[in-house]
């Protein structure tokens, strides 16, 4: 009978009807589909989950095992660091030592060095007189002369010494040169004068000694030939 009712329509020329879906039901249908594809991936996820939980479970003798490791690996860290500390504490002894002993060393150098100008200006006075004067200026010379004998005494006591450096090379670590002498007296950088002493505490140079050094002497014109002909 439908396909009756169908002719029927076709014959008078009517398009049959086309059945139509709401958009409420088209939504429904989208959101189920969604949902469908969610719960299968959480239901993969929990399946992956419980293969990995599979997986994780060790024996007691591997936990045990994996525990020991970890406790050694941080005994020898914690070793390592105890090595570290103790070497930094020998060594910060050490260095404490040592700048106690050179405080105790040196600790007269800086009043020393004040004095030193004083020993310098004695020196100078006697040097000055050159044996000459009437018997009083005499016994002040000798005065001076026991004062410094008495004050390099002290020195001596104290490991103060004085540098000697008149006829000897030319040291740039203990000598400080003032002026160059031209002669052929002597070898070549040669300390011929002693201007100002220099003085050693212990190992130490306080004062550098100040000095005339030699240098050689031009050559005349007659001493060319000479060396010439020769």
């Known amino acids: 009978m439908a396909k ?41 996820e929990e399946t992956s989950v419980e293969e990995d939980a599979e997986e994780v479970i060790k024996s007691p003798e591997e936990l045990m095992e994996e525990k020991v490791k970890q406790a050694e690996a941080k005994a020898s860290e ?27 060393k040196y600790a007269n150098e800086a009043f020393i060095k004040q004095l030193l100008p004083v020993i310098d200006n004695l020196e100078r006075a006697v040097e000055s007189t050159g044996g000459s004067g009437d018997d009083a200026g005499q016994g002040v010379i000798e005065g001076v002369k026991m004062t410094l004998t008495e004050i390099f005494k002290v020195f001596d006591k104290f490991h103060l010494k004085p540098l000697e450096s008149e006829g000897k090379p030319f040291d740039p670590n203990f000598h400080q040169a003032v002026v160059q002498e031209e002669t052929n007296l002597v070898p070549e950088n040669t300390v011929v004068k002693e201007m100002l002493k220099g003085y050693l505490l212990h190992d130490r140079l306080i004062r550098p000694a100040m000095v005339v050094v030699s240098k050689a002497a031009a050559q005349s014109a007659g001493e060319n030939e000479e060396a010439e002909a020769e």
């Open 78 to 104: 914690n070793y390592d660091r105890l090595l570290r500390a103790t070497a930094e504490f020998d060594n910060y002894k050490k260095r404490s030592a040592r700048e106690f002993q050179d405080a105790k």
């Open 4 to 44: 009756k009712r169908q002719n029927d329509t076709e014959a008078k020329g009517v398009e049959p009807e086309v059945e139509t879906v709401s958009e409420p039901e088209v939504e429904r249908a989208s959101e189920a589909e969604v949902k469908t594809a969610s719960e299968a991936e959480d239901a993969a």
